[in-house]
């Protein structure tokens, strides 16, 4: 349902971008938003940021001076930018959908994940 | 900020075995609390939503508790498939969301 794609090796100091494919439903869908969550190598997962399909988004503090997402409601798509990378970005990245139903948020899908190296 | 810590970090039981794992949160966080498996090589899947609801499909040998700051993650009878990485996962509305650092869960 999700997937992810973009280069798998980016130089320290570049800018690592990603793009997250959605083939089932509408990313337009009032009852989702779409994130982005990161897992270093050996260790465990941390939420970059997600985005509603007007575009608004919200970031992890740690991160937010250095990510950017957007939306592509045409290609039924959603992208991530992290600017300034080093090798501690070096992670596998998923997408995922967030369900928001009521007050409760849940990421229900994840894609498959893309491992992503800073390296030059 | 809140934080999420899990416990045990890591547990190795036999199968058929009740496999406990506890989520303790830095503040009160009511039931915004959620459960993820991990297997080996995989991504994260959904298995629980505000502590106790089973996602879709999900058997029911999981089980989740809790309120406020404690929640307990409870798999009855440990089966084969269930060797994975578990992480509890808390939501607000800021938003922000924050894993716990996961509990690896070996079958013996």
């Known amino acids: 349902q999700l997937q992810e794609s973009g280069p798998r090796l980016v130089k320290p100091s570049e800018t690592l971008s990603l793009t997250c494919s959605v083939s089932?439903?509408?990313?337009?869908?009032?009852?989702?938003?779409w994130g982005w969550i990161r897992q270093p190598p050996g260790k465990g997962l941390e939420w970059i940021g997600t985005i509603y399909h007007d575009g608004s988004a919200s970031y992890n503090p740690s991160l937010k001076s250095r990510v950017t997402m957007s939306v592509d409601t045409s290609k039924n798509q959603f992208s991530l930018r992290l600017s300034s990378v080093t090798a501690a970005d070096t992670s596998v990245y998923y997408c995922?959908?967030?369900?928001?139903?009521?007050?409760?948020?849940?990421?229900?899908?994840w894609g498959q994940g893309a491992r992503v190296t800073v390296s030059s | 900020d809140i934080q999420m810590t899990q416990s045990p970090s890591f547990l190795s039981a036999f199968l058929g075995d009740r496999v406990v794992i506890t989520c303790q949160a830095s503040q009160d966080i009511s039931e915004s609390l959620n459960w993820y498996q991990q297997r080996p090589g995989e991504a994260p899947k959904l298995l629980m939503f505000d502590v106790s609801n089973l996602e879709s499909g999900v058997p029911t040998r999981f089980r989740g508790s809790g309120s406020g700051t404690h929640f307990t993650f409870t798999i009855r009878s440990l089966q084969p498939e269930d060797a994975a990485t578990y992480y509890c996962?808390?939501?607000?509305?800021?938003?922000?969301?924050?894993f716990g650092q996961g509990t690896k869960v070996e079958i013996k």
């Open positions: 089932t439903g509408s990313i337009s869908s009032t009852s989702y938003s």
């Open positions: 995922a959908s967030l369900r928001m139903w009521g007050r409760s948020r849940f990421f229900d899908s």
């Open positions: 996962q808390h939501y607000d509305h800021v938003p922000s969301y924050t």
